[in-house]
C-alpha cells in the first residue's frame, strides 16, 4: 500500500493524462503542501494575439510575478505553428524564468536560463516583432546573469527587467 493520500494519487492528471499541477503555489510558483492557501494561479491555454501576451506578460513583470509572466509566454509559444514564433515566445518565456529562479535564489538556473533567452532571441535583433526592444533585452539579460554568476546581485534578487516593448516618446 502507497504512503501517499487518495488526494495525492488521484492529483495532478487531466482527462488525457497528462501532467496537471493541482498544488497550490506561491507567487513564485512554487509548489506548496495540499491544503495551503497559494496565489492567485495564472490561467493555462489563453490564446492571446502578440499584443495581448506582451500587455499580460509586462503587467505580471512589473507586478513581480514572473512565474506568471512565463506561463503567459509559455502559452504563446506552445498555441504558434511558425517555428519562428515558437522559438521567440519560448526565449521570452526563459527570460522570465531566468527571474523566476533569481527571485527564488537558484543563482546558477537564472544565469542559465537568461543566457539561453538573450541567445534564443538574438535572431529577432535585426527586425524585432511586435515592436519588442530585443536589442535591450539582450543587453539587459546578459548584464543581470553577469551580475548574479559574479556575486554582484545577492540571491534571492528580485531584479526589475526592462519594458519588452520599446517606448517612444
Known amino acids: 500500500m502507497s504512503d501517499s493520500s487518495p488526494a495525492e494519487r488521484a492529483r495532478d492528471r487531466d482527462t488525457a493524462g497528462r501532467a496537471r499541477s ?59 505553428s511558425d517555428p519562428g514564433e515558437r ?25 542559465v536560463l537568461l543566457r539561453r533567452a538573450a541567445g534564443a532571441i538574438a535572431p529577432y535583433r535585426q527586425a524585432p516583432p511586435y515592436a519588442i526592444d530585443v536589442g535591450g533585452l539582450i543587453v539587459w539579460a546578459r548584464w543581470a546573469a553577469d551580475g548574479l554568476a559574479s556575486g554582484a546581485f545577492a540571491a534571492p534578487a528580485r531584479l526589475t527587467p526592462p519594458p519588452l516593448r520599446e517606448r517612444h516618446p
Open 87 to 111: 522559438a521567440l515566445w519560448k526565449g521570452l518565456a526563459q527570460f522570465a524564468v531566468g527571474l523566476t529562479h533569481a527571485a527564488r535564489g537558484n543563482t546558477r538556473g537564472a544565469v
Open 22 to 80: 493541482a498544488r497550490p503555489r506561491d507567487a513564485l510558483g512554487r509548489p506548496l503542501p495540499y491544503g495551503a492557501e497559494g496565489a492567485a494561479r495564472q490561467p493555462e491555454g489563453i490564446r492571446r494575439t502578440p499584443d495581448e501576451t506582451l500587455a499580460e506578460a509586462q503587467r505580471l513583470l512589473d507586478a513581480g510575478l514572473p512565474f506568471h509572466a512565463h506561463e503567459v509566454f509559455e502559452d504563446a509559444w506552445k498555441s504558434a
